[in-house]
């Protein structure tokens, strides 16, 4: 089955500055690849997600890049604020089941 | 669009008996809807997936007799914890999938916080 792997598990940058999170999946079938913020004592909220047939995917400061060669894909925040701090999570799809699996999250702190 | 609610929010129960969880599609049709299980600082542990008028599918591990699943409808799903102890207190967590949508997109709702005394 699928399996994926998230780093860094936690990540501070200054704000105005980047942030990277990486993902590795396994399951080279897999073909969709969303992206979620979860805010302290809410529910995941989807904020980008990419399909196997697409290479690069952007939404204002937001972006999603996927390598299926590699089999990794990354979130790109730029231009980071303070309310973008929460956990990320990024999930890989068990081909056929529409089941996610996900990464381990990425607690992201941005500092004022 | 693309909004789930769950009912309730928080839950405060006592070891032994059963509490139930409810997961609405406030304005799409969800053909499947997903169970997770999310303890502090970790990440989201799918439990089972839910398909209308069908028996739900559960993870390796979790017990289907402990976790009972009812999917009655396209807009609800219920989750029933069956003799809760301490142990199952934990943040659950329903997604659904819309009937229409042409993607594997899930949207989640905001969680029920279940503490079990």
């Known amino acids: 089955g699928e399996n994926v792997e998230q780093h860094p598990s936690t990540l501070s940058v200054q704000e105005g500055d980047s942030a990277v999170i990486k993902c590795t999946y396994s399951d080279s079938a897999s073909n969709y690849f969303p992206w979620y913020k979860q805010e302290l004592g809410k529910g995941p909220q989807l904020i980008i997600d990419?399909?196997?047939?697409?290479g690069e995917k952007k939404d204002q400061r937001i972006a999603v890049t996927l390598n299926k060669t590699a089999k990794h894909f990354s979130l790109h925040i730029t231009e980071t604020q303070p309310e973008d701090s929460a956990v990320y999570f990024c999930a890989g799809t068990t081909s056929g089941t529409y089941k996610y699996i996900f990464g381990t999250g990425t607690r992201l702190k941005v500092l004022a | 669009g693309a909004v789930v609610s769950q009912h309730p929010s928080r839950v405060i129960c006592k070891s032994g008996t059963s509490v139930k969880i409810e997961c609405r599609s406030l304005?799409?049709?969800?053909?499947?809807m997903f169970w997770y299980r999310q303890f502090p600082k970790q990440s989201l542990m799918l439990m089972a997936t839910s398909n209308e008028g069908s028996k739900a599918t559960y993870e390796q591990g979790v017990e289907k007799d402990k976790f009972l699943i009812n999917h009655a409808s396209l807009t609800l799903s219920t989750l029933t914890v069956t003799s809760a102890h301490p142990e199952d207190s934990s943040f659950y967590i329903c997604?659904?999938?819309?009937?229409?949508?042409?993607?594997?997109?899930?949207?989640f709702g905001p969680g029920t916080r279940l503490t079990v005394l």
């Open positions: 304005d799409f049709q969800a053909t499947t």
């Open positions: 997604s659904a999938r819309s009937r229409q949508a042409s993607t594997d997109t899930q949207y």
């Open positions: 990419i399909r196997s047939n697409v």
